[in-house]
C-alpha cells in the first residue's frame, strides 16, 4: 500500500510538485507506479534486466515530460503510454520486433473451441512473454493496450497486413501452448494414480 508524504494528499498536489521539480515528489510517483510499469515493461522486454533499464528511461521520460501531461486524463494511463512507447523504442533499436515477420504467409484465424479452459494467469503470462518479440510485441499492443492495427502499424513501422499476421500467429501460438498445458493438466491424476498403482 502506498504510504504517501502528508504533502502530497491528492494526486493534483503531487503532480504539482513534480511540476515544481520537487525530488521528494519524484520518489513518491517512483514507488507509487513502479511495479505496475515494470510488469508493463516486461511484457514487452522478456529479460528482466532489459524491462528494468526500460522502465527506468521511461521514469526519466516523466519526469523530462511532466509538463505535457493534461490534468483532464488519467495519470497512470499516461506514464504506463509512456512506458509502451519506451519500449518500443528499445526494441526497435535491437531490431527484435522485427522477427518473425513474413507479409507472404496467409493468415489463419485459431479455432477457439478450447477457450473455455480454465488457466492460471501467470501461466498465461509466462506463455506470452515466451513468444517471439515479433508476436509479443504486436499481441500487447493490440490484445492488452487496445491498439488498433493501423495504429501499430504506424507505431511499428509495418504495414497493417504484417500486423495482423503477427498478431493471428501469436493467437495461435498461445492456443497451440493453452491446448499443451490443458493436455498435461488433465493427465496429472491418471499418472499419479498410475504411479501409486505401480509402486
Not at 509502451?84 to 479455432?111: G, N
Not at 501461466?123 to 517471439?132: A, E, F, H, I
Not at 491498439?147 to 507505431?155: F, L, T, W
Request: glycine content about 6%; charged content about 30%; some cysteine.
Amino acid at each position: 500500500m502506498l504510504r504517501l508524504i502528508p504533502f502530497f494528499t491528492t494526486e493534483a498536489k503531487l503532480i504539482g510538485a513534480l511540476k515544481r521539480g520537487e525530488s521528494r515528489a519524484h520518489k513518491v510517483i517512483y514507488e507509487r507506479y513502479a511495479g505496475k510499469m515494470l510488469a508493463v515493461c516486461t511484457r514487452y522486454c522478456a529479460n528482466r534486466a532489459d524491462a528494468e533499464e526500460v522502465m527506468l528511461d521511461g521514469f526519466m521520460k516523466v519526469f523530462e515530460k511532466i509538463e505535457q501531461f493534461r490534468e483532464d486524463g488519467s495519470f497512470e494511463g499516461w506514464i504506463r503510454r509512456i512506458m509502451v512507447t519506451e519500449s518500443l523504442m528499445f526494441l526497435r533499436k535491437a531490431k527484435q520486433w522485427r522477427q518473425e515477420v513474413s507479409l507472404d504467409e496467409v493468415i489463419v484465424e485459431p479455432d477457439y473451441e478450447w477457450a473455455d479452459t480454465a488457466v492460471n494467469e501467470n501461466d498465461l503470462l509466462r506463455m506470452v512473454n515466451q513468444m517471439p518479440d515479433g508476436y509479443r510485441t504486436v499481441f500487447n499492443l493490440y490484445a492488452i493496450e487496445g491498439y488498433s492495427h493501423a495504429e501499430i502499424a504506424e507505431m511499428l513501422g509495418i504495414s497493417e497486413g504484417t500486423s495482423k499476421s503477427q498478431l493471428s500467429r501469436a493467437r495461435l501460438l498461445l492456443q497451440t501452448n493453452l491446448k499443451k498445458l490443458e493436455q498435461e493438466t488433465r493427465s496429472e491424476p491418471y499418472e499419479k494414480a498410475y504411479r501409486k498403482a505401480a509402486s
